[in-house]
Each structure stands twice: as C-alpha cells, then as structure tokens.
C-alpha cells in the first residue's frame, strides 16, 4: 500500500456500494458478523453502513482482545501484582479494564506496582533492570500478538533473566467462532474475517467455517474500501450459492500464515484445556498457556493465583454485544453510567471495542440516524 487515500476514496467507495446492491435479492435479509473490533472501528467512524442495503446488517464479534478478558483474570492478574517485590506490566488498553475491585489505574493509585508498556520486550528490559524484583507481563490478545510473548520468553531462557514471567491470557480466534455457530439463537449468514490474526494464522484454519457450517468468510484489510470490498465477495458467494475462505486482504496476508511466528509459539506454548471468555462463557481449547519446559516463565506457577470467576456487573451486557445479540445502543447502561471516562465493562474501555466505536462514531450509522429522525419527528 503507498498511499491511503487509494482505500478511502468515496467514488470507488460508490462503486462498490452499486455492486453490493445489485448482488443482494431482493426482500432476503443478511446478518454479516465483522469478528475483528479494529473492523467495527473503521465501519463507524467512516459511516460505511450507509453504503449497504437495508437488509444487510453488521452484527459484531468477539475480536477484540480486551474486551473478552473477564473479570476474574483481571482480579487474578491484580492479586499477583499485590505479592512482595512484584512489578506488573500491562498494555495501555487493559489497564483501564475494570475488576470486581476496580482497575489497574485504580490498584496503582493505591501502591501497587503496575507499569504501562508497549511491548513485551519492555518488560523484559525492566526485569534486567530491576534484579531484586519480579517482573510480570501481563499478556493479552489473540495470535496477532501471541508471537511477540513467545519470542520474548524465549529471549529471556536464552539470557537467563530468572525474575521475568508471564500471565498468559493469550486467546484463539476459532474456537471463539465456533462457539458461536454453535449458538442456536445465531443466525448469521457470512464473516468478515480478521486481518491482523491472519497475519499470522492464514486463511486456511477458517475452512471450516465454510465446509462444516456453511458460512463464507472473507479475511478483510481494515481501510473502509477494504471491508466493502470484502461484504461485496461475501454477498456474491451467497449469492451464487458458494461458502468458501476468501482472502481479500492479500497485500498483507499469506495464505498459509507467518511460519515462523507460528513456530515461536508451539515452542513456548501449548493449548489450554478451557478457558473462561466474557460473555461467551467457559470454551474448550480456546485459549494458550506456556508449555513445561517453560515453566520457569509461568506467572501461574510461580505465584499463588486464586483463579477467581466473577460475575459480569448486572448493569453491563458487555457479553452480549460480544455475541452480536445487542448492539451497543440496546444496552441499558451505554452513554449514561458507562462511558469511556466511566466504563463499566470492557467493551467501552477498548480501542477495539465495539462500544467504544459507537461511543464516538455512532452518530454516522444508520441505525442511529434513523432514531434520531424518529425521535425528531414524534416531537413535532
């Protein structure tokens, strides 16, 4: 790519938009599900549900790393930074996310050790400077950044760095999926696949999504010419009664994934049995935990970890937006108690996350213009 604007052009964007309406039958409705929250992002800030036909619904997915951590992991992770001579490190984004006792901001208000990075190796680097401390990542995300903790880990063996160690929270993008085909009260029609997992994974594992449920899938860029592009490939393999993997996304992702990421990881880590998502509840084989022979690295053997499950606040239907059963505005709470400054679950403190999106863009979708008219016009 050299330039953006060849992915923000609004004549091109016109054009696809003709060719998604003359692919479309008439009176059939279409529930798309964009599983990536980076996708969710880019379809409201850029308003491209007002390209699509009324019958085609955007529904959103579970792909935003942040927002599936429940709260017990949090309250978890917040129960080791509070061990002696313990520093945690965390991503920007988490440290927001709240706990059934608040926040990392809010523990580190209160003493506790728990630092912003930007990497992994950012961690690493303080371990070595701090030798009289232990010094825990807390790591987050699907295989987009899985890869940069495994290789991590694998630097600080290789270095001896013996006070470095991670809880594991890293998740996988099919088994999430999955689960949600499995839902009886799903109905969807095709997926938007994620781009920046399929960095890694490829294209190839979401086959079956296309040969044992039925669905088709298109691995989508996240500019607003991509995701268009990608609901029009999605359409016309409905329409003409294909389900297939589709890569639209070429420019960035190889059909069989990144080798050598994918190698990082099965050295270091290894499937867990189940692991815990928000609002989609226990999944079996969903998420990563670090293999025995790295044992020495493991946040969750090193430590005493409760492993805490707690309750989603009763206010917050975080876990259904994930599922793609409400959309953000449903929700009882949304742009009154919780909002970004005052967020009570995780999908409003995300940059991923679709509440968010809504928060500050939801005033160009569709649906909300529509409200907004409706409710101009019962004031008349």
């Excluded at 961690?123 to 825990?136: E, F, G, H």
């Excluded at 359409?235 to 050598?260: D, K, M």
């Excluded at 990421?261 to 079996?284: H, K």
Aim: glycine content about 8%.
């Amino acid at each position: 790519m050299r330039f953006v604007d060849e992915y923000r052009d609004a004549d091109a964007a016109r054009q696809v938009a003709a060719g998604i309406a003359a692919t479309v039958t008439p009176g059939r409705q279409y529930r798309l599900m964009e599983v990536c929250g980076g996708h969710t992002h880019t379809i409201y800030k850029h308003g491209l549900e007002d390209y699509l036909p009324e019958t085609v619904t955007l529904v959103h997915g579970p792909g935003c790393p942040v927002c599936v951590i429940p709260m017990g992991r949090v309250d978890d992770a917040m129960h080791i930074a509070r061990q002696p001579d313990v520093i945690m490190t965390s991503f920007g984004d988490l440290m927001r996310v709240p706990g059934s006792h608040g926040s990392f901001l809010d523990a580190n208000a209160e003493g506790t050790d728990i630092r912003m990075v930007y990497s992994p190796l950012d961690s690493l680097r303080i371990a070595k400077a701090n030798p009289d401390r232990q010094i825990v990542f807390m790591a987050i995300g699907f295989e987009t950044t899985t890869p940069s903790t495994a290789l991590t880990v694998r630097r600080a063996a290789a270095e001896g760095i013996e006070n470095f160690s991670v809880f594991c929270n890293h998740v996988l993008v099919n088994p999430a999926i999955r689960a949600i085909l499995d839902d009886p009260d799903q109905r969807l029609d095709g997926f938007i696949g994620p781009g920046h997992v399929s960095c890694v994974i490829g294209c190839e594992p979401y086959r079956f999504i296309a040969e044992q449920y039925g669905r088709p899938i298109v691995v989508s860029g996240f500019e607003p010419l991509d995701i268009l592009r990608s609901i029009h490939l999605v359409l016309r393999q409905l329409a003409e009664g294909r389900c297939e993997v589709e890569n639209q996304y070429t420019r960035v992702v190889p059909w069989h994934g990144n080798p050598r990421a994918l190698a990082a990881i099965d050295e270091v880590m290894t499937v867990r049995p189940t692991f815990e998502w928000r609002g989609l509840g226990t999944i079996a084989g969903s998420a990563m935990r670090m293999r025995d022979e790295y044992a020495a690295f493991d946040a969750e053997r090193r430590f005493d970890v409760p492993g805490i499950r707690v309750a989603d606040p009763k206010a917050c239907q975080c876990g259904e937006v994930l599922k793609g059963v409400l959309k953000p505005w449903e929700c009882k709470v949304f742009g009154t108690a919780c909002t970004p400054e005052t967020p009570i679950g995780t999908c409003m403190v995300s940059a991923e996350g679709a509440c968010a999106a809504y928060y500050n863009y939801g005033r160009f979708t569709r649906s909300r213009v529509r409200e907004a008219a409706g409710l101009e016009m019962s004031r008349r």
